[in-house]
């Protein structure tokens, strides 16, 4: 058996079925291009058949990924794959993911097949993915509450219809560790073409159990792990790649396979993808947490200083802690900046597009000395459908008093389809008092479902980065805002998002039945 553990990557499918995780094309590609730096073996880059942006998104991450294979989820339907042989056409290297329900509840309640049908869809259907790649990816979703003996069945008969990554999804979560281990040496075992075919698994969160579960597949013979990073994922998430890289790295007289990842690349890509999704890293995180290595207790320091080892299990420097480097400055100039902008898989389509980031770097420099590769993300972030050319809202001016024994206020001034409207509020705070007074211009009633707000680097004059969560209608958006001033961050974080609200989106999720 290999003794490589394929890192699945699907932060950009499974993660964005998060509510209000939902990224741009222009973000996919962000976040695919630092999972390349850091030699993640396939990113699955979205669900193309979901509407016409996802068939984009995935199309524009196939077009500039070459070291990475890219992979496009199905339903086990024609129409499904034929969108995602599509949207991966151009790509350097292909997978298509196909899957059905193969639970008793679901092939009775959702599908509505009996399990012969349900074999039947799974084998055209891989058989249609293989007119496109090679490479075809069958999983048999809800496996974790499915008949044994049915997965050997459909498993089977995948793999002679051409299916070379079989899934074991645990999709609700419902797994124990030993149990799931179990299921996967036995289905290896029972499977009679099963050495055709790599083992992955693909663990969901709900008991706080997917790296555990993922972790004790991969001891019985799973050689792929499908993860995303931070955990992001559906419900509770799904189980974090730096986890289960890191566990498997570290604990090498256990594991009987190696990754290939560049660890130092974690915490960055950790720092995108919250910075994008707006999904703020609880500081108690393993591995990627503020506070995954620093030592608060007297005894754990003393220890520490002595020899590192006493106390710590992996080095900070190697998950990528370290690279907090200061990259530009005040006196940067314009290459220096695409330049470390380029490095960083930000390009600018347009001279107008540089011109005008560059002049937010400069600002930037102006109330901050040091520059570090978060804050050019940040930057970015920050103004991704923010231009005056795209309409919606924009923010002109903010004035807020804050004094000791009087009622915070704000005014804020906005541009609303080229419209200047301003609005005034008091409240609790400046924060409450802005958010008031943008809320009594623009007007969505939208409820606020979380305000957070992380320090992007460190020092008082760090830029703050704001999440805010708004709810309309069953919509769950999020919109971040990073600035040294946390009130006009706060600002631009709610106008990020009252402009997500404006936009109409029609998507459909791969998990409904749909026609199938
Ligand atoms: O959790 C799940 O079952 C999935 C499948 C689509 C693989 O995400
Ligand atoms: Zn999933």
Redesign the pocket.
């Known amino acids: 058996m290999s003794d490589k553990l394929i890192i699945f990557d ?1 932060t950009l499918r ?1 993660g964005e079925q998060s509510p209000g995780a939902s990224m741009t094309r222009d973000e996919k590609v962000r976040i695919a291009k630092a999972l390349e730096r850091m030699r993640v073996d396939v990113i699955e880059a979205g669900f193309p058949a979901a509407s016409q942006g996802d068939f984009e998104g995935v199309q524009a991450v196939a077009r500039v990924i070459r070291d990475s294979v890219v992979c496009g989820l199905a339903r086990a339907l024609d129409k499904d794959i034929d969108r995602a042989g599509e949207a991966l056409r151009d790509a350097a290297r292909s997978r298509i993911h196909t899957f059905i329900a193969t639970s008793p509840i679901h092939m009775q309640l959702k599908l509505r097949m009996s399990p012969d049908q349900v074999i039947e869809h799974a084998v055209k259907a891989v058989r249609r993915a293989r007119q496109y790649t090679d490479n075809v990816e069958f999983s048999p979703e809800d496996a974790g509450r499915s008949e044994e003996d049915f997965l050997c069945r459909i498993l089977e008969a995948v793999i002679d219809a051409g299916a070379r990554t079989l899934n074991i ?1 645990d ?1 609700v979560g419902y797994s124990l560790p030993d149990q799931f281990g179990t299921t996967i040496r036995r289905l290896r075992e029972r499977i009679p073409n099963a050495d055709k075919a790599i083992f992955s698994v ?1 663990c ?1 969160n709900d008991l706080g159990l997917a790296v555990a579960n993922s972790l004790s597949a991969v001891l019985n013979g799973a050689r792929q792990v499908e993860c995303t990073i931070n955990g992001l ?2 419900r509770a998430g ?1 189980a974090a790649l730096e986890e289960v890289v890191m566990a498997v790295k570290t604990r090498q007289d256990v594991f009987p396979c190696q990754v290939t990842i560049d660890t130092r690349e974690i915490v960055p890509c950790s720092k995108l993808v919250s910075n994008i999704t707006g999904f703020p890293v609880q500081p108690n995180k393993a591995i990627v947490g503020a506070n995954a290595f620093a030592h608060e207790s007297g005894i754990h320091q003393d220890g520490v200083l002595k020899h590192r080892e006493t106390y710590e299990i992996m080095r900070a420097e190697d998950v990528g802690w370290s690279a907090n480097r200061m990259v530009l400055g005040k006196h940067s100039g314009r290459n220096a900046f695409k330049t470390r902008m380029q490095e960083l898989g930000i390009e600018f389509g347009m001279e107008a597009e540089l011109n005008e980031a560059f002049s937010r770097f400069k600002d930037l420099a102006d109330k901050k000395h040091q520059i570090f590769d978060e804050d050019l993300q940040a930057l970015i972030t920050d103004a991704a459908g923010t231009s005056e050319e795209e309409g919606g809202v924009h923010l002109v001016s903010l004035k807020a008093c804050s004094e000791t024994g009087e009622v915070p206020s704000s005014r804020v001034t906005v541009r609303i389809d080229q419209e200047e409207l301003t609005g005034e509020a008091t409240g609790g705070g400046v924060v409450d008092a802005s958010l008031k007074a943008i809320e009594s211009v623009v007007n969505t009633q939208a409820q606020l479902l979380l305000y957070s707000v992380n320090n992007i680097t460190t020092g008082t004059d760090a830029q703050g980065e704001v999440t805010v969560r708004l709810e309309k209608g069953g919509r769950i958006v999020n919109g971040q805002g990073a600035d040294t001033d946390i009130v006009i961050a706060s600002a631009k974080a709610y106008i990020n998002a009252v402009n997500k609200l404006r936009v109409p989106r029609q998507r459909m999720h791969p998990q409904v039945a749909g026609d199938v």
């Open positions: 699907t499974d999804p999709t693909h969901h994922g559906e799904n």
